[in-house]
Every structure is written in structure tokens, then in C-alpha cells.
């Protein structure tokens, strides 16, 4: 049977003891112990535990980077809503999953500053994706399918804020479900496009604005 490289391994190894016991009780000896390889070996894949979490978050979570940067270069391509129900699905299932991961910082708040520190030095932190739905929100702007007086950082602000709350807002309901994700993302785009776009501005099928 052939053996995984040793980066899938640790990047393996580390989504699985992230979410079991949280980022701020995961070692990189325990990875490595998990990975079966030595530390030595993990820092030659990686920089550190920082580095390795983001490449965890890029590379076993729902693609929600690439998905924005892929809009952002392309606005007018498919509707508003289409796009921004697919970002918003996409950003509901990434939270969902990086939550249970990132959640145990928070209650070692040293170590959490030591974190967000790492991740400034690599360019790395949880802005970001509100900074490239921002990003995809002005391209869509500057060719007319966004208002121009809309203020669009704040738009991408609600729409992710909403995402990343759905990770944990509905535990103590009655039934203690989250709302089905498609449905969730589909009343989010909806609720923002009426916000962000004139009557006008609303595209048709084939993805130019009405008249």
C-alpha cells in the first residue's frame, strides 16, 4: 500500500486535532506523533503551527478563497444572486467547519494574541475573506451591477457575519439544528441584493442588468 507524502499526512494529522481537541491544545509534536514523522520533518513542510493551520483551512475546508478571487476576477459573469448564494453557501460551510477548530483560542487569550500575531506576519487572518467578497462586491460595482453609493465593506461584513454566527447562533433552539445551508444562503443573497442594487440592477438570467 502506498504511503501519503509527508505534507498530506501532516496537514491530515493536524485537520483531525484540530477539530478534536482545538488549535490551542494542538502541538506540532503531537501532529507530527499523529503524522508519524518527526517535528523536523513537519517544519520542512512548514513554517509553523500558524502556517499550517491556515494551509488546513485552505486546504481541507470548503474553497471559499479561491471561489472569491475567482468572481472577483470576472464581475458581470452570472447573476448577482447566483454569486452571492454560492459565496454565501460556500462561507457557511467553511465556518461551520473552521469554527470547532479555532473556538478553543478564545478561551487562552495570550496564546490567541500570539496567534493573531503569527498570522499578520504571513498575511493571513479572519478578515480576509471579508476583504475578497469587498473586493468582488466593487468589481461588481464598477460595471454597474452593484449601486454606486452602496458601501459594499459593510455589505460583505453582514453577509459573512451571518455565515460565521450560523456556526453557533442555533445550538439552544428548540431543536437545536442550523438552518439547511441552501436555504440559508439562498434568503442571505436575497436579503442582501435588496440592499446593494436598484430595482434596475437586478440581473436576468443571462446575467445582464435589467432595463
Given amino acids: 500500500m502506498e504511503t501519503k507524502p509527508a505534507r498530506v499526512r501532516i496537514l491530515d494529522a493536524a485537520h483531525e ?3 478534536t481537541v482545538g488549535l490551542a491544545r494542538t502541538t506540532t509534536k503531537e501532529i507530527a506523533r499523529a ?3 518527526s517535528e523536523a520533518a513537519l517544519y520542512k513542510n512548514f513554517d509553523s503551527k500558524e502556517d499550517l493551520f491556515v ?3 485552505a486546504e481541507r475546508l470548503p474553497r471559499l478563497t479561491p471561489l472569491l478571487s475567482s468572481l472577483a476576477a470576472e464581475p458581470g459573469k452570472g447573476t448577482l444572486e ?3 448564494t454560492e459565496i454565501a453557501r460556500q462561507a457557511a460551510l467553511f465556518y461551520e467547519q473552521s469554527f470547532p477548530i479555532a473556538a478553543s483560542l478564545y478561551a487562552e487569550q495570550q496564546l490567541k494574541r500570539r496567534h493573531d500575531d503569527a498570522l499578520r506576519k504571513i498575511g493571513s487572518g479572519p478578515h480576509k475573506p471579508i476583504e475578497g467578497l469587498d473586493a468582488y462586491l466593487r468589481a461588481e ?6 449601486r454606486a453609493d452602496a458601501d459594499t465593506y459593510a455589505a460583505a461584513s453582514l453577509l459573512l457575519g451571518a455565515c460565521s454566527q450560523r456556526a453557533f447562533a442555533y445550538d439552544a433552539t428548540a431543536d437545536g439544528e442550523r ?3 441552501d436555504a440559508f444562503a439562498a434568503r442571505l443573497a436575497r436579503a442582501l441584493l435588496a440592499g446593494i442594487t436598484s430595482h434596475n440592477c437586478v440581473a436576468r438570467e443571462d ?3 435589467r432595463s
Avoid at 460595482?141 to 452593484?146: S, T
Fill in 207 to 209: 446575467g445582464r442588468p
Fill in 55 to 57: 494551509r488546513v483551512l
Fill in 17 to 19: 486535532l484540530m477539530l
Fill in 35 to 37: 503524522a508519524g514523522c
Fill in 179 to 181: 438552518p439547511p445551508v
Fill in 82 to 84: 447566483a454569486n452571492l
Fill in 141 to 146: 460595482q464598477a460595471v454597474g451591477r452593484v
